[in-house]
């Protein structure tokens, strides 16, 4: 995608409040950019694994991103999940290692490390994000071009919204000099709802241009489609929310083609 350096765009869909469609919205971009013929890895970095339990049963055997990290693996274990499509599966005991890194040197750096090697391989990494602004949400960070911020219009996630773009901030100011944020997207849209709109105005005032034009819409179907393990575009490909996925897609990348202009 990247077209001066034939690099995935590596991308974390990042928000410390849990619950406002991070794994939901990972997985239905992954699967539209797929379709598009682009070639996507998702990697489930939420020890509660829902991105991985989304695409395979429980009970199924596979290494993980913990062992990647917690058991010197060389690599990443890559899942196919379909054409274009790969995953890299969290694992519950990933929770433990929340702690056991939080002492080693470099621990930022370690998804930006492990991902290097597969850089020239895809087009699109995409991050999943845990609920938390922890070490594995800064690795992402670090890791990233861009960050993407799922969120619900309600009173909670918009007071949040400010102390992760002020981590975004620092890491980029430190770490990670590349990193900016790609857009907030409002996810669980409530139509005609009073709340819903006046936090949409008051993130407009705010944040200007990086409020998303495209928001997605709340819809039953969205809910049930990880059961099946099926992304909802494939799940319901006609809900109100799988079409603004599709538009959400496009304008990421019109906003990464004006963003590569500028650069
Ligand atoms: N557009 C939507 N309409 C209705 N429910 C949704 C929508 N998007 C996500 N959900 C549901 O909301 C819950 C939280 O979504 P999830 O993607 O797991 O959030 P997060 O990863 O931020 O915790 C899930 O049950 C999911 O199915
Ligand atoms: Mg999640």
Redesign the pocket.
Known sequence: MNKKTNKAVVLAIA?H?????????TLSIGFSLARKGMKVLLIDLDAQS?LTFSLFKEDAEYDSIYNAINKGMEGLPIMPVKENLDLVPSSLNLAQLEISVTGLMEREYIIADKIKPYLENYDFILLDCP?SLGIFTVNALVAADFVLI?MTAEVLPYKGLASLVVLVNQISERMNPRLSVLGILL??YKIRNNLTKNIENAIAKVYGPLLMETH?????R??E??ISRLALLEYAPNST?AKDYEDAVDEILTRLKNNEQEA
């Open positions: 928000n409040k849990g619950g406002v469609a991070k794994t939901t919205t829902n609920p799922p996810t669980r997605i819409r709340e819809t039953t969205a809910a489609a990880p929310a």
